[in-house]
């Protein structure tokens, strides 16, 4: 068995007395998509503030890609390649949707300033490899239509789907998604389950995946974790979760 | 570069200044008995310089009678004060200097709003003032008797000028701007007074606030005007701003303004604009050139009225502290007394209101970057 | 009260026009330095301040006539200014990245008072004349005449708003800004270099300080120690007024505050102008911090 890309060890983290998240383990493989369903305020957003380095643990050991990011800055995690979207979507909204992803992908360009200067051959070949970049992205989210359009114009949906895209144009290893499909309809989440679907396959993703939507988690999770009040409740495959007599008095039980 | 090393040579200069003076200080001190005059002013920011020649006229006029044996032996010392030129500060300062009872008389605080702010504590502290460059009429018309003026005051000037425009040169249609203030207030309007008692008309009759650097809306109403003169009750920066501004936004008419324009930084600020312009100012005798040319001499500048001014008043404070005794009372009680006394300013009389008496003036008109001589 | 004649009217609109392209040129500067830092550059007036002087030293040195030695003035001002700007971003901010925002905002506060003491040590307290050799006259627009240097200042201001706008739109480095100054956390997470970006805001913002303290200076016919606080005063109410991190709006209401404001002293009072535009400041900050043009305020200033 390969080893695991992103190991979370006993996380916790309190808030002025509260116990956001207690306890909380993961190991996440390359190529791995895992689902965190919950009740609101079980800490789901809380573990992704601290894998991605926004919050630091009150105790416990983070390990990305054989770093321990336990302590380290947001730039720093998300270098290495471990990136997140936010619940609250943080677009750069003056800039058009194509500006949006192409200045997320441009730190990656292999050029110099010589480069930029000259118009070299080198020069010419990575902005070229850019500009695919940028536009394969933007056909298979099927954003290309409005990819002239200032990102904060957008109807909500969308503006989804650049966050996300704009956060596949770093080229990360595994990406954190808090609640990608929030105020979706059912046919936009299917769309998008079939956009992540695609990009997981495309760039060999491993995905952590918080969704309300049970519907993309089931389609996309081979794995799934429960939490409630900060802990873990339960983790197995889509069904056996979605079974389980705890999870069904916790959340589901509630959600219907 | 070369102001960045006078600058510095200054500061060392300065080091030095303090050390010798603490020197000098403590023997003083220890030795002798002295009468202690306040100098108060602006001594920092954009009217530094006012205070700085308020200091230098007093200390000149200190040293000279100093060298002479002083008054009955006493030697005059002065201290300087920063009011800011700023009525808050001024009440502050001026409690200082009322609570400081080694001082015997003050001079000072340059506008007239700061004197007003003044005024009611020297009163209540018993302590003289002497007036050196505030010049609205009505400070020594309060009935406040710890209060003399050495300077003039603006109501003459004004109505010289006035006279001057309708009168003799025939300018009726005339615009006026002015800073608004206690001083600017009063002369401009002791000014328009003049101007409509002989006939002439106001086309323009502006305010601005002090530190104004911009006069573009003033300027397009006095384009539209239809004014042949304009007249300034305003201090030198202001004015050579405004008549600067006017020229280059294409205004041509002929240019006329309170005496407190007279400074070397008139001409320098305003360049070739301000060529021509007209001021009136009490007339100057042979005293008055005298500490004029020792003023050169050792500052190697044009001095400002006010320099001469707080010679008079050093003079007369020496003076009064001979008569009247040393003492706070003494020295108003010897103000009061002085009658002709040769000072700076020529003879100098105090009217029943403590005010200078000046009779004589004459016009000054800004020709290659300097005050000179005009005759109509 | 004088009757509105046409003539009255296009000058005061064109000399507004004018002031408020300068104000709009500090206030674009201090936009983009704020957006990206997310500080408020308190001393971003002396950077104007201290160009105007520098430039005011250099000028027996640029015996030029007419318009050449406007151009190369302003060049001169342009780097003087993006040099300056360089310096204080490194000297002073920088080193603060990690601190709280209050020790950058006060750090900013004390360097406007000591570059202000500075230049009053250096050149001296009072009002020093500054005069070009161009003096391109005045100007005949149907009925009105008015200064042509006004138009020209106007023309300046817009080219350099307008070079700026290409910039930022067109070049990566203008998006990357742009990006920070939208969101710079989320910039960085992107792998955006933000230092590097937050000393180009600096360079690009101070060079156009710069450049306003010039027009300024050679407007009016004079600089001073203390002219950087009203250009700041107008700056920072125009930035708020247009939306701060709203670039364009930043611009916008410089413009629309300098007719504002001759408009005021014209038909209201020059004594009351000042106050009622402090009042809309006030008034902007507490009843609509966004802007006026603007989206959601990031973080107060
Ligand atoms: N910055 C914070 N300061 C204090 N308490 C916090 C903070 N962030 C989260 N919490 C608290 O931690 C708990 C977990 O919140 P969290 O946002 O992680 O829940 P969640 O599972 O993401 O909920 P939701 O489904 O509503 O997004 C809540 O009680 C919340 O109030
Ligand atoms: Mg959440």
């Given at each position: 068995m390969t080893e695991a890309l992103l190991t979370v060890r006993d996380l916790w983290k309190e808030f002025d007395g509260i116990q956001a998240v207690r306890g909380f383990e993961l190991d996440l493989y390359p190529g791995e998509v895992v689902g965190l369903i919950g009740p609101n305020g079980a800490g789901k957003s809380t573990v992704v503030n601290l894998l991605s380095g926004f919050h630091r643990p009150s105790r416990g050991r983070i390990t990305f890609a054989g770093h321990d990011i336990s302590q380290a800055r947001p730039d720093r995690i998300a270098q290495l390649g471990l990136v997140r979207t936010f619940q609250h979507i943080r677009l750069f909204s003056e800039l058009t949707v194509r500006q949006n992803v192409e200045v997320a992908a441009a730190p990656r360009l292999q050029i110099s300033t010589i480069d930029v200067a000259l118009r070299t051959r080198r020069y010419r070949r990575e902005v070229e490899r850019w500009r695919q970049e940028v536009d394969e992205l933007l056909e298979a989210s099927g954003l290309m239509a409005i990819q002239d359009r200032p990102a904060g114009v957008l109807p909500y949906g969308d503006q989804r789907r650049v966050e996300i895209i704009r956060a596949l144009a770093t080229q990360p290893r595994a990406l954190l998604l808090d609640e990608p499909a929030a105020g979706m309809n059912e046919s936009e989440a299917a769309a998008l389950s079939d956009f992540l679907e695609w990009a997981q396959g495309r760039y060999g993703l491993s995905l952590v995946l918080i969704e309300h939507h049970l519907d993309v988690v089931e389609r996309l999770c081979q794995r799934v974790i429960v939490m409630d009040q900060g802990a873990i409740i339960v983790s197995g495959t889509p069904e056996e979760v979605t079974q389980h007599p705890e999870v069904i008095r916790a959340y589901l039980g509630e959600a219907a | 570069m070369n102001i960045v090393r006078s600058r510095l040579l200054a500061l060392v200069l300065a080091a030095a200044f303090i050390l010798v003076g603490c020197d000098i200080g403590g023997l003083a001190g220890a030795g002798g008995d002295q009468i202690k005059i306040a100098v108060v002013g602006p001594m920092s920011g954009d009217a530094a310089t006012y205070g700085q020649d308020f200091v230098r006229g007093a200390q000149m006029a200190a040293e000279k009678i100093n060298a002479a044996g002083g008054v009955d032996g006493k030697e005059i010392v002065i201290e300087q004060f920063d009011d800011r030129n700023d009525t808050t500060e001024t009440a502050n300062i001026a409690q200082r200097i009322g609570s400081d009872s080694s001082i015997l008389a003050s001079m000072g605080h340059f506008t007239s709003s700061t004197v007003y702010a003044a005024m009611p504590i020297y009163k209540a502290n018993g302590l003289p003032l002497v007036v050196i460059s505030a010049s609205d009429p009505k400070i020594t018309q309060q009935g406040n008797e710890w209060v003399f003026r050495v300077s003039p005051t603006n109501d003459l000037g004004a109505q010289a000028t006035a006279d001057l425009?309708?009168?003799?040169?025939?300018?009726?249609?005339?615009?006026?701007?002015?800073?608004?203030?206690?001083?600017?207030?009063?002369?401009?309007?002791?000014?328009?007074?003049?101007?409509?008692?002989?006939?002439?008309?106001?086309?323009?009759?502006?305010?601005?606030?002090?530190?104004?650097?911009?006069f573009t809306s003033g300027i397009i109403k006095l384009k539209n005007a239809g004014a042949e003169a304009v007249y300034l009750s305003s201090y030198y920066n202001d004015a050579a701003l405004l008549i600067k501004q006017a020229v280059a936004s294409g205004v041509q008419t002929r240019w006329f303004a309170s005496a407190a324009i007279i400074s070397n930084q008139f001409p320098e600020v305003g360049g070739e604009a301000v060529e021509g312009v007209i001021t009136a100012r009490v007339a100057q005798g042979e005293n008055w050139e005298a500490v004029a040319a020792e003023y050169r001499q050792k500052y190697g500048a044009e001095p400002t009225p006010f320099v001469i001014y707080a010679y008079a008043a050093t003079q007369a404070i020496a003076e009064a502290a001979r008569q009247g005794g040393a003492t706070r009372d003494g020295i108003r009680q010897g103000l009061e007394a002085i009658e002709n006394l040769d000072t700076a300013i020529g003879p100098l009389s105090f009217d029943q209101n403590r005010q200078a008496i000046y009779t004589e003036f004459e016009f000054l008109i800004v020709q290659d970057g300097q005050f000179k001589p005009w005759t109509p | 009260m004088d009757s509105v004649t046409i003539p009255v009217l296009v000058d005061q609109l064109v000399s507004g026009l004018a002031i408020g392209g300068v104000y709009g040129l500090v206030a674009l500067g201090f936009a983009l330095i704020f957006g990206v830092l997310r500080v408020a550059q308190f001393a971003h007036g002396e950077v104007y301040m201290l160009v105007a002087f520098l430039v005011l030293t250099?000028?027996?040195?640029?015996?030029?006539?007419?318009?050449?030695?406007?151009?190369?003035?302003?060049?001169?001002?342009?780097?003087?200014?993006?040099?300056?700007?360089?310096?204080?971003?490194?000297?002073?901010?920088?080193?603060?990245?990690?601190?709280?925002?209050?020790?950058?905002?006060?750090?900013?506060?004390?360097?406007?008072?000591?570059?202000?003491?500075?230049?009053?040590?250096?050149?001296?307290a009072e009002l020093h004349p500054f005069v070009l050799n161009w003096a391109p006259g005045n100007l005949t627009l149907g009925p009105a005449t008015i200064p042509a240097f006004k138009v020209v200042i106007f023309v300046t201001a817009l080219a350099l708003l307008a070079g700026l706008q290409l910039v930022l739109r067109r070049t990566q480095l203008g998006r990357a800004i742009r990006a920070t100054a939208s969101d710079p956390e989320t910039a960085r997470l992107m792998g955006i270099n933000t230092i590097r970006i937050i000393a180009a805001a600096f360079a690009v913002g101070s060079a156009f300080a710069g450049a306003a303290g010039v027009l300024v200076a050679a407007l009016y016919g004079v600089v001073y120690s203390s002219m950087g606080i009203a250009a700041l005063v107008k700056g920072y109410t125009a930035t708020v007024i247009g939306g701060v991190g709203n670039l364009v709006g930043a611009v916008i209401s410089g413009l629309l505050l300098g007719v504002f404001e001759v408009l005021l002293e014209s038909y209201v009072s020059p004594k009351w102008s000042d106050a009622i535009i402090f009042a809309l400041l006030i008034g902007v900050l507490v009843l609509r911090p966004q802007g006026l043009l603007g989206r959601a305020i990031p973080e107060r200033l």
């Open positions: - | 425009l309708v009168q003799q040169l025939g300018l009726t249609r005339i615009a006026t701007f002015y800073l608004n203030t206690d001083f600017g207030k009063s002369e401009h309007q002791y000014f328009v007074e003049r101007v409509q008692q002989n006939g002439g008309t106001i086309v323009l009759d502006e305010p601005y606030q002090p530190d104004t650097k911009d | 250099a000028l027996p040195a640029l015996p030029l006539g007419g318009f050449s030695q406007f151009g190369l003035v302003l060049v001169l001002a342009l780097f003087l200014g993006a040099a300056i700007g360089l310096a204080v971003e490194r000297v002073v901010f920088r080193p603060l990245m990690a601190a709280p925002h209050i020790a950058a905002i006060i750090s900013a506060i004390g360097l406007s008072i000591a570059l202000q003491y500075l230049a009053a040590f250096l050149w001296g």
